[in-house]
């Protein structure tokens, strides 16, 4: 069965930092590309930051220079370093993993990021 469980939201200042991590099991996650999407409410769900299994990353405008998304394929994670939040970073955080060439493809449950002015 596989799982992608994240954690590591929470409430923070606007100008703080979190670090999401998100937990990957059930797959051989070495070989699945992994991102970062968020949704805010009334809100489409978007792309903030993924990571190829060769370690390359992209990021949307908003967080660039902000954020940073890593991975740790021995501890099968992948984390999401959030620094200089803002009020409008302010969503429901969601990990995705996908195999590149197949329809595999899997979601985490979300984490809660509120950032407060």
């Known amino acids: 069965q596989v799982q992608l469980v994240e954690s590591g939201g929470g409430l923070v200042q606007a100008g703080g930092s979190l670090r999401l991590s998100c937990a990957a099991s059930g797959i051989i996650f070495s070989i699945y590309a992994m991102d970062w999407y968020r949704q805010a409410p009334g809100k489409q769900r978007e792309l903030v930051a993924g990571?190829?299994?060769?370690?390359?990353?992209n990021y949307a405008n908003s967080v660039k220079g902000r954020f940073t998304i890593f991975r740790d394929n021995a501890k099968n994670t992948v984390y999401l370093q959030m620094n200089s939040l803002k009020p409008e970073d302010t969503a429901v955080y969601y990990c995705?993993?996908?195999?590149?060439?197949?329809?595999?493809?899997?979601w985490g449950q979300g984490t809660q990021v509120t950032v407060s002015s």
């Open positions: 995705h993993g996908r195999r590149v060439g197949s329809q595999a493809d899997y």
């Open positions: 990571t190829t299994t060769g370690g390359y990353t």
